[in-house]
Protein backbone atom coordinates (compact mmCIF):
# COMPACT_ATOMS: atom_id res chain seq x y z
CA UNK A 1 0.00 0.00 0.00
CA UNK A 2 0.92 3.49 -0.86
CA UNK A 3 2.10 6.24 1.49
CA UNK A 4 -1.08 8.56 2.15
CA UNK A 5 -1.07 12.19 0.78
CA UNK A 6 -3.61 14.59 -0.92
CA UNK A 7 -6.67 13.22 -2.54
CA UNK A 8 -7.50 15.77 -4.91
CA UNK A 9 -7.65 14.31 -8.07
CA UNK A 10 -3.94 14.03 -10.10
CA UNK A 11 -4.67 17.44 -12.47
CA UNK A 12 -4.74 19.62 -9.15
CA UNK A 13 -2.23 18.16 -7.47
CA UNK A 14 -0.15 18.95 -10.71
CA UNK A 15 -1.39 22.26 -10.58
CA UNK A 16 -0.57 22.68 -7.20
CA UNK A 17 2.78 22.12 -7.57
CA UNK A 18 3.49 24.11 -10.19
CA UNK A 19 2.19 26.82 -8.49
CA UNK A 20 4.10 26.66 -5.32
CA UNK A 21 5.97 23.84 -4.98
CA UNK A 22 8.17 24.58 -1.85
CA UNK A 23 4.93 25.33 -0.09
CA UNK A 24 2.88 22.88 -1.44
CA UNK A 25 5.89 20.18 -0.13
CA UNK A 26 6.28 21.93 3.41
CA UNK A 27 2.01 21.45 3.97
CA UNK A 28 2.75 17.68 2.82
CA UNK A 29 6.01 17.08 5.38
CA UNK A 30 4.02 18.59 7.89
CA UNK A 31 0.73 16.75 7.60
CA UNK A 32 2.23 13.24 6.30
CA UNK A 33 5.72 13.17 7.35
CA UNK A 34 8.78 11.59 6.28
CA UNK A 35 6.86 9.75 3.44
CA UNK A 36 4.03 10.38 1.07
CA UNK A 37 2.81 9.98 -2.16
CA UNK A 38 2.23 13.02 -4.74
CA UNK A 39 0.03 11.87 -8.19
CA UNK A 40 1.16 13.81 -11.48
CA UNK A 41 -1.12 13.95 -14.18
CA UNK A 42 -0.21 11.79 -16.89
CA UNK A 43 2.21 10.11 -14.63
CA UNK A 44 2.40 7.04 -12.31
CA UNK A 45 2.44 8.07 -8.35
CA UNK A 46 5.49 9.19 -6.91
CA UNK A 47 6.43 8.48 -3.13
CA UNK A 48 8.56 11.05 -1.70
CA UNK A 49 11.38 10.84 0.95
CA UNK A 50 12.00 13.82 3.28
CA UNK A 51 14.93 12.47 5.52
CA UNK A 52 18.49 11.12 4.59
CA UNK A 53 18.12 7.97 6.23
CA UNK A 54 15.44 6.94 3.88
CA UNK A 55 16.85 9.11 0.80
CA UNK A 56 19.59 6.11 1.22
CA UNK A 57 17.48 3.40 0.88
CA UNK A 58 16.33 4.66 -2.41
CA UNK A 59 19.33 5.50 -4.12
CA UNK A 60 20.39 1.65 -2.71
CA UNK A 61 17.88 0.81 -5.39
CA UNK A 62 20.57 1.90 -7.98
CA UNK A 63 21.97 -1.72 -7.06
CA UNK A 64 19.03 -3.36 -8.45
CA UNK A 65 15.66 -2.60 -8.09
CA UNK A 66 15.35 1.24 -9.21
CA UNK A 67 15.64 3.03 -12.62
CA UNK A 68 17.39 6.48 -12.75
CA UNK A 69 16.94 7.17 -16.64
CA UNK A 70 13.67 5.37 -17.15
CA UNK A 71 12.25 8.09 -14.23
CA UNK A 72 14.21 10.85 -16.05
CA UNK A 73 13.11 9.45 -19.54
CA UNK A 74 9.38 10.98 -19.71
CA UNK A 75 10.30 14.65 -18.35
CA UNK A 76 13.61 15.02 -20.39
CA UNK A 77 14.20 12.43 -23.19
CA UNK A 78 12.49 15.35 -25.59
CA UNK A 79 15.12 17.40 -24.64
CA UNK A 80 18.51 15.24 -23.89
CA UNK A 81 18.18 12.42 -26.24
CA UNK A 82 17.36 8.80 -25.90
CA UNK A 83 21.49 8.36 -25.76
CA UNK A 84 21.97 10.69 -22.38
CA UNK A 85 23.35 9.76 -19.02
CA UNK A 86 19.97 11.18 -17.20
CA UNK A 87 17.68 8.64 -19.49
CA UNK A 88 19.77 5.48 -19.27
CA UNK A 89 20.25 2.83 -16.98
CA UNK A 90 22.05 -0.93 -17.42
CA UNK A 91 25.24 -1.15 -19.55
CA UNK A 92 24.28 1.74 -21.96
CA UNK A 93 24.48 4.21 -18.66
CA UNK A 94 27.66 2.50 -17.87
CA UNK A 95 29.43 2.78 -21.27
CA UNK A 96 28.56 6.50 -21.19
CA UNK A 97 29.26 7.36 -17.60
CA UNK A 98 32.47 6.07 -18.32
CA UNK A 99 33.23 8.03 -21.89
CA UNK A 100 32.18 11.21 -19.45
CA UNK A 101 34.23 11.05 -16.55
CA UNK A 102 37.78 11.58 -17.26
CA UNK A 103 36.91 14.85 -18.54
CA UNK A 104 34.96 15.99 -15.75
CA UNK A 105 37.33 14.64 -13.16
CA UNK A 106 38.75 17.04 -10.80
CA UNK A 107 42.31 16.92 -12.20
CA UNK A 108 41.27 17.58 -15.55
CA UNK A 109 38.33 20.06 -14.50
CA UNK A 110 41.23 22.21 -12.66
CA UNK A 111 42.73 23.05 -16.18
CA UNK A 112 39.95 25.31 -16.83
CA UNK A 113 40.17 27.72 -14.14
CA UNK A 114 42.42 30.66 -15.77
CA UNK A 115 39.57 30.28 -18.67
CA UNK A 116 36.70 30.28 -16.24
CA UNK A 117 37.95 33.36 -14.86
CA UNK A 118 38.80 35.07 -17.90
CA UNK A 119 35.25 34.66 -18.96
CA UNK A 120 33.76 35.42 -15.90
CA UNK A 121 35.76 38.97 -15.87
CA UNK A 122 34.74 39.41 -19.62
CA UNK A 123 30.93 39.46 -18.78
CA UNK A 124 31.09 41.43 -15.37
CA UNK A 125 32.95 44.33 -16.81
CA UNK A 126 29.65 44.61 -19.00
CA UNK A 127 27.11 44.77 -15.96
CA UNK A 128 25.22 48.19 -15.62
CA UNK A 129 26.25 49.80 -12.59
CA UNK A 130 24.05 51.84 -9.91
CA UNK A 131 21.27 50.02 -10.93
CA UNK A 132 18.94 47.00 -10.13
CA UNK A 133 19.63 44.10 -12.06
CA UNK A 134 18.37 40.16 -12.10
CA UNK A 135 21.81 38.89 -11.46
CA UNK A 136 20.51 35.25 -12.19
CA UNK A 137 20.28 36.26 -15.58
CA UNK A 138 23.47 37.69 -16.33
CA UNK A 139 25.20 34.21 -14.18
CA UNK A 140 23.53 32.26 -17.01
CA UNK A 141 25.37 34.33 -19.54
CA UNK A 142 28.63 33.13 -17.42
CA UNK A 143 27.81 29.68 -17.49
CA UNK A 144 26.72 29.19 -21.03
CA UNK A 145 29.37 31.17 -21.72
CA UNK A 146 31.68 28.17 -20.20
CA UNK A 147 30.15 25.55 -22.01
CA UNK A 148 29.85 26.62 -25.00
CA UNK A 149 33.84 27.44 -24.99
CA UNK A 150 35.41 24.62 -22.55
CA UNK A 151 32.47 21.68 -23.16
CA UNK A 152 31.40 22.61 -27.28
CA UNK A 153 34.47 24.17 -27.82
CA UNK A 154 33.23 25.82 -30.59
CA UNK A 155 35.27 29.31 -31.60
CA UNK A 156 33.52 29.78 -35.62
CA UNK A 157 32.13 33.37 -34.73
CA UNK A 158 29.21 32.66 -36.82
CA UNK A 159 27.96 29.22 -35.38
CA UNK A 160 28.76 30.56 -31.57
CA UNK A 161 26.43 33.72 -32.52
CA UNK A 162 23.84 31.24 -33.75
CA UNK A 163 24.37 29.21 -30.74
CA UNK A 164 24.03 32.09 -28.50
CA UNK A 165 20.63 33.21 -29.69
CA UNK A 166 19.13 29.31 -29.88
CA UNK A 167 20.33 27.84 -26.11
CA UNK A 168 18.70 29.95 -23.96
CA UNK A 169 15.68 29.70 -25.90
CA UNK A 170 15.95 26.00 -26.05
CA UNK A 171 16.44 25.69 -22.40
CA UNK A 172 13.59 27.74 -21.70
CA UNK A 173 11.10 26.19 -23.91
CA UNK A 174 12.88 22.29 -23.00
CA UNK A 175 12.23 22.71 -19.37
CA UNK A 176 9.20 24.46 -19.04
CA UNK A 177 6.66 22.35 -17.64
CA UNK A 178 4.35 22.46 -20.68
CA UNK A 179 6.90 20.52 -22.10
CA UNK A 180 8.49 18.42 -19.50
CA UNK A 181 5.19 17.86 -18.01
CA UNK A 182 3.40 16.82 -21.73
CA UNK A 183 2.19 13.40 -21.22
CA UNK A 184 4.72 11.09 -23.95
CA UNK A 185 1.44 9.82 -25.67
CA UNK A 186 0.33 13.33 -26.36
CA UNK A 187 3.11 14.84 -28.36
CA UNK A 188 2.74 13.44 -31.64
CA UNK A 189 -0.51 15.36 -31.10
CA UNK A 190 1.27 18.99 -29.84
CA UNK A 191 3.92 19.17 -32.38
CA UNK A 192 1.34 19.23 -35.34
CA UNK A 193 -0.01 22.08 -33.11
CA UNK A 194 2.55 25.37 -34.27
CA UNK A 195 1.28 27.70 -31.68
CA UNK A 196 1.75 25.21 -28.82
CA UNK A 197 5.22 25.08 -26.68
CA UNK A 198 6.07 21.91 -27.74
CA UNK A 199 5.82 22.27 -31.18
CA UNK A 200 8.47 25.69 -30.61
CA UNK A 201 10.20 23.50 -28.78
CA UNK A 202 11.10 21.18 -31.53
CA UNK A 203 11.66 23.94 -34.19
CA UNK A 204 14.32 25.54 -31.42
CA UNK A 205 15.84 22.26 -30.92
CA UNK A 206 16.01 20.90 -34.26
CA UNK A 207 18.35 24.37 -34.99
CA UNK A 208 20.56 23.28 -32.23
CA UNK A 209 21.15 19.91 -33.31
CA UNK A 210 22.41 21.35 -36.98
CA UNK A 211 24.90 23.35 -35.23
CA UNK A 212 26.05 20.90 -32.98
CA UNK A 213 26.32 18.01 -35.97
CA UNK A 214 27.75 20.36 -37.72
CA UNK A 215 30.60 20.49 -34.98
CA UNK A 216 30.90 17.14 -34.69
CA UNK A 217 31.43 16.87 -38.39
CA UNK A 218 34.07 18.96 -38.58
CA UNK A 219 36.09 18.31 -35.49
CA UNK A 220 35.99 14.39 -36.67
CA UNK A 221 38.03 15.56 -39.92
CA UNK A 222 40.44 17.81 -37.97
CA UNK A 223 43.37 16.02 -36.48
CA UNK A 224 43.97 18.78 -34.08
CA UNK A 225 43.61 17.34 -30.21
CA UNK A 226 42.07 19.94 -28.16
CA UNK A 227 40.81 20.58 -24.40
CA UNK A 228 37.57 20.55 -24.43
CA UNK A 229 34.88 18.10 -23.55
CA UNK A 230 33.77 17.50 -27.21
CA UNK A 231 37.50 16.70 -28.30
CA UNK A 232 37.38 13.88 -25.51
CA UNK A 233 34.11 12.32 -26.43
CA UNK A 234 35.15 11.97 -30.00
CA UNK A 235 37.85 9.92 -28.76
CA UNK A 236 35.82 7.99 -26.46
CA UNK A 237 34.18 5.40 -29.64
CA UNK A 238 30.16 7.11 -29.28
CA UNK A 239 28.34 8.02 -32.31
CA UNK A 240 27.38 10.99 -33.81
CA UNK A 241 24.09 10.77 -31.75
CA UNK A 242 25.35 9.80 -28.67
CA UNK A 243 27.58 12.69 -28.47
CA UNK A 244 25.27 14.98 -29.53
CA UNK A 245 22.84 13.53 -26.36
CA UNK A 246 25.75 14.24 -24.26
CA UNK A 247 26.39 17.79 -24.84
CA UNK A 248 23.32 18.85 -24.06
CA UNK A 249 22.85 16.80 -21.08
CA UNK A 250 25.65 19.00 -20.28
CA UNK A 251 24.44 21.69 -21.36
CA UNK A 252 21.73 21.09 -18.85
CA UNK A 253 23.18 19.96 -16.08
CA UNK A 254 25.96 22.24 -16.17
CA UNK A 255 24.18 26.07 -17.45
CA UNK A 256 20.61 26.25 -15.50
CA UNK A 257 21.36 24.95 -12.15
CA UNK A 258 24.99 26.13 -11.83
CA UNK A 259 23.41 30.02 -12.48
CA UNK A 260 20.61 29.72 -10.41
CA UNK A 261 23.14 28.33 -7.66
CA UNK A 262 25.08 31.27 -8.19
CA UNK A 263 21.98 33.58 -8.00
CA UNK A 264 21.20 31.82 -4.41
CA UNK A 265 24.73 32.47 -3.59
CA UNK A 266 24.49 36.19 -3.50
CA UNK A 267 20.84 36.06 -2.69
CA UNK A 268 22.39 34.74 0.82
CA UNK A 269 25.48 36.45 0.79
CA UNK A 270 23.96 40.08 0.62
CA UNK A 271 21.64 39.13 3.81
CA UNK A 272 24.98 37.37 5.85
CA UNK A 273 27.22 40.07 6.17
CA UNK A 274 29.77 38.06 8.56
CA UNK A 275 29.84 35.41 6.32
CA UNK A 276 30.61 37.65 3.26
CA UNK A 277 33.47 39.53 5.09
CA UNK A 278 35.50 36.41 5.13
CA UNK A 279 35.26 36.21 0.90
CA UNK A 280 36.43 35.86 -1.34
CA UNK A 281 39.95 34.65 -0.59
CA UNK A 282 39.41 32.50 2.25
CA UNK A 283 39.71 29.00 -0.52
CA UNK A 284 38.18 26.55 2.49
CA UNK A 285 35.59 29.22 3.54
CA UNK A 286 34.38 29.93 -0.07
CA UNK A 287 34.17 26.37 -0.62
CA UNK A 288 32.02 25.40 2.52
CA UNK A 289 29.93 28.21 1.90
CA UNK A 290 29.47 27.15 -1.75
CA UNK A 291 28.26 23.83 -0.38
CA UNK A 292 26.44 25.70 2.75
CA UNK A 293 24.31 27.84 -0.10
CA UNK A 294 23.92 24.34 -2.01
CA UNK A 295 22.44 22.58 0.99
CA UNK A 296 19.79 25.54 1.80
CA UNK A 297 18.86 26.39 -1.20
CA UNK A 298 19.57 23.55 -4.03
CA UNK A 299 18.70 24.39 -7.43
CA UNK A 300 17.55 20.93 -8.05
CA UNK A 301 14.19 18.91 -6.02
CA UNK A 302 14.45 15.42 -6.61
CA UNK A 303 16.43 12.84 -7.83
CA UNK A 304 13.70 9.81 -8.57
CA UNK A 305 14.26 6.27 -9.49
CA UNK A 306 11.58 4.24 -11.01
CA UNK A 307 10.83 1.28 -9.10
CA UNK A 308 11.27 -1.97 -10.99
CA UNK A 309 11.11 -4.29 -8.46
CA UNK A 310 8.88 -3.89 -4.71
CA UNK A 311 10.90 -1.11 -2.28
CA UNK A 312 10.53 -1.85 1.54
CA UNK A 313 10.68 1.54 2.45
CA UNK A 314 9.28 3.69 5.73
CA UNK A 315 7.42 0.90 6.93
CA UNK A 316 5.34 0.85 3.03
CA UNK A 317 5.58 -1.81 0.46
CA UNK A 318 5.69 0.20 -2.61
CA UNK A 319 5.28 -1.04 -5.79
CA UNK A 320 6.78 -1.60 -8.73
CA UNK A 321 6.12 0.90 -11.54
CA UNK A 322 6.14 3.66 -9.03
CA UNK A 323 8.60 6.55 -8.46
CA UNK A 324 10.35 7.13 -5.33
CA UNK A 325 12.70 9.75 -4.41
CA UNK A 326 13.98 12.32 -2.14
CA UNK A 327 12.62 15.77 -2.25
CA UNK A 328 15.76 16.84 -1.41
CA UNK A 329 15.28 20.61 0.29
CA UNK A 330 13.34 18.58 3.01
CA UNK A 331 16.23 16.29 2.86
CA UNK A 332 18.58 18.78 3.52
CA UNK A 333 16.68 20.46 6.73
CA UNK A 334 16.40 17.04 8.50
CA UNK A 335 18.00 17.56 11.44
CA UNK A 336 19.65 14.50 12.26
CA UNK A 337 21.82 14.62 9.27
CA UNK A 338 22.24 18.55 9.88
CA UNK A 339 21.90 19.50 13.18
CA UNK A 340 20.00 23.52 12.88
CA UNK A 341 19.27 22.97 9.68
CA UNK A 342 17.67 26.52 9.61
CA UNK A 343 21.13 28.13 10.34
CA UNK A 344 23.59 29.23 7.33
CA UNK A 345 26.87 27.22 8.45
CA UNK A 346 29.31 27.03 6.04
CA UNK A 347 31.59 25.64 9.07
CA UNK A 348 29.71 22.46 9.07
CA UNK A 349 31.61 21.51 5.38
CA UNK A 350 34.80 23.04 6.85
CA UNK A 351 36.03 19.53 8.53
CA UNK A 352 36.70 17.82 4.76
CA UNK A 353 34.18 15.07 5.58
CA UNK A 354 31.77 14.33 3.40
CA UNK A 355 28.07 14.32 4.23
CA UNK A 356 25.91 11.56 2.65
CA UNK A 357 22.78 13.98 3.29
CA UNK A 358 23.77 16.28 0.92
CA UNK A 359 23.04 15.76 -2.44
CA UNK A 360 22.74 19.09 -4.29
CA UNK A 361 23.74 16.74 -7.36
CA UNK A 362 21.75 13.25 -6.52
CA UNK A 363 23.10 10.55 -4.71
CA UNK A 364 23.95 6.72 -5.22
CA UNK A 365 25.53 5.75 -8.21
CA UNK A 366 23.83 8.71 -10.17
CA UNK A 367 25.80 11.39 -8.62
CA UNK A 368 25.99 14.35 -11.50
CA UNK A 369 29.24 13.61 -13.45
CA UNK A 370 29.30 17.59 -13.42
CA UNK A 371 30.00 18.32 -10.13
CA UNK A 372 33.46 18.98 -9.95
CA UNK A 373 32.70 21.69 -13.05
CA UNK A 374 29.60 23.08 -11.41
CA UNK A 375 31.67 23.78 -7.88
CA UNK A 376 34.59 24.70 -9.59
CA UNK A 377 32.10 27.55 -11.54
CA UNK A 378 30.71 29.21 -8.38
CA UNK A 379 34.11 29.26 -6.38
CA UNK A 380 35.70 31.13 -9.60
CA UNK A 381 32.84 33.43 -10.25
CA UNK A 382 31.62 34.36 -6.88
CA UNK A 383 35.61 35.42 -6.22
CA UNK A 384 35.74 37.52 -9.23
CA UNK A 385 32.19 38.97 -8.45
CA UNK A 386 33.47 39.86 -5.19
CA UNK A 387 36.85 41.18 -6.13
CA UNK A 388 35.55 43.70 -8.84
CA UNK A 389 32.01 44.57 -7.51
CA UNK A 390 30.23 45.85 -4.11
CA UNK A 391 26.47 44.37 -4.58
CA UNK A 392 23.57 45.52 -2.55
CA UNK A 393 20.28 43.95 -2.39
CA UNK A 394 17.33 46.97 -2.77
CA UNK A 395 15.00 44.97 -0.67
CA UNK A 396 16.89 43.41 2.18
CA UNK A 397 13.88 40.64 2.81
CA UNK A 398 14.57 37.10 1.53
CA UNK A 399 13.58 36.02 -1.96
CA UNK A 400 11.20 33.53 -1.75
CA UNK A 401 12.03 29.97 -3.62
CA UNK A 402 10.03 29.92 -7.46
CA UNK A 403 9.46 26.86 -9.58
CA UNK A 404 11.60 28.10 -13.17
CA UNK A 405 11.76 25.20 -15.86
CA UNK A 406 12.90 22.64 -13.57
CA UNK A 407 14.43 24.40 -10.82
CA UNK A 408 13.73 26.35 -7.50
CA UNK A 409 14.92 30.08 -8.41
CA UNK A 410 14.96 33.12 -6.07
CA UNK A 411 11.33 34.60 -6.68
CA UNK A 412 13.13 37.91 -7.98
CA UNK A 413 15.96 36.53 -10.00
CA UNK A 414 18.06 37.81 -6.99
CA UNK A 415 17.61 41.71 -7.54
CA UNK A 416 21.44 44.06 -6.75
CA UNK A 417 22.59 46.91 -7.35
CA UNK A 418 25.89 46.85 -8.44
CA UNK A 419 28.95 49.45 -7.83
CA UNK A 420 32.74 49.30 -9.01
CA UNK A 421 35.28 48.30 -6.01
CA UNK A 422 37.86 51.08 -5.03
CA UNK A 423 41.11 50.11 -5.84
CA UNK A 424 42.15 50.41 -2.62
CA UNK A 425 40.01 47.59 -1.47
CA UNK A 426 41.14 45.05 -3.87
CA UNK A 427 44.53 45.47 -3.50
Known amino acids: MLPPGPRLPSAAQTAWFMLDPAGAFDRLHRRYGPIFTVRYFGFPPEVYVTTAELAEEVFRTDQGGGLAGAARRDFLEPLVGAHSVLTLDGDAWSRHRKALTPPLRARQVAGYHDEITDI ?66 LRERAAA ?113 LLDAPLRLGGHEIPAGVYAGPFIPLVHHDPVAFPSPGEFRPERFLD ?64 VIARARSLDRTS
Open 120 to 185: AAEKIATWPLGVPIALRDLMQDITLEVIIRLVFGIRDAERLGRLRALLPRLIKFGGSMSVAMLPAR
Open 352 to 415: GQQNRAWMPFGGGRRFCVGAQLALLEMRVIIREVLHRLDLTAPDPAPEPRRLTNVTFTPARLTR
Open 193 to 305: APFLPYARFLKLRAGVDAILYEEIARRRQDETDGTDVLSRLLASGLTDEEIRDELVTLLIAGHETTATSLAWAFERLLRLPHVLERLPDDEPYLDAVVKEVMRVRPAVYEAPR
